[in-house]
């Protein structure tokens, strides 16, 4: 099995420099794999070290999960969402959301209101002293972004990784500045 053999250094012989799989293939190349592997760790561990850098502080004390959440409800308009909605631009389950949201609620930063428009749904909100973590938060949280990846990789190759893992999320994927989940139409007259 091509994607578990390994050679001493992983990188494919001289004949193969980088040899390339195909849709076909039911393994990945070695360098392949070896990119892979360094994409699922990189990211475990950034996610970590993020998270790690937010709790550092007590007076902080939030996940990197949290932090996005709070940061999701202080780009909306009126500082709420749907339960629906914000867990698609978090990218979390309906059920998971509902158990962090519980905990942030027994915190204080954020509450669960009845939907506004419709009466039935239920929407998250930013509290006051939510917005006030938040503040208190990001300066941490964007060091930590500088320290452990900006500034190792640098700008250029940081907006490169943006684009090419642009690549691989849906056009309509929440990623922008307080943009719309997927299923939710932006306000025409916004």
């Known amino acids: 099995m091509q994607d578990i053999q390994s050679s001493d250094d992983g990188e494919g012989d001289a004949?193969?420099?980088?040899?390339?799989?195909?849709?076909?293939g039911l393994w990945l190349s070695q360098p392949e794999q070896k990119a892979w592997r360094s994409f699922l760790y990189a990211s475990t561990l950034l996610n970590d070290r993020l998270s790690d850098a937010l709790q550092a502080d007590a007076e902080i004390d939030l996940t990197l999960g949290e932090y996005e959440i709070l940061v999701r409800l202080s780009e909306a308009s009126d500082q709420f969402l749907r339960m629906s909605e914000l867990?698609?631009?978090v990218v979390h389950s309906r059920s998971r959301l509902t158990h962090t949201i519980s905990r942030m609620e027994k915190r204080g930063i954020v509450e669960r209101v009845r939907c506004s428009s419709?009466?039935?749904?239920?929407?998250a909100q930013l509290t006051a002293a939510g917005?006030?973590?938040?503040?208190?938060?990001?300066?941490?949280?964007?060091?930590s972004v500088r320290e452990l990846l900006l500034d190792v990789v640098g700008h250029d190759d940081f907006l490169e990784l943006g684009r090419i893992l642009?690549?691989?999320v849906p056009e309509d994927a929440p990623i922008g500045l307080g943009s719309p989940a997927p299923h939710v139409e932006a306000d025409p007259q916004s």
């Open 87 to 89: 867990a698609d631009r």
């Open 166 to 168: 642009g690549r691989a």
């Open 15 to 24: 004949t193969t420099e980088n040899p390339v799989s195909t849709p076909e």
């Open 118 to 123: 419709d009466g039935r749904g239920r929407q």
């Open 131 to 143: 917005r006030e973590l938040l503040e208190r938060a990001a300066p941490t949280h964007v060091r």
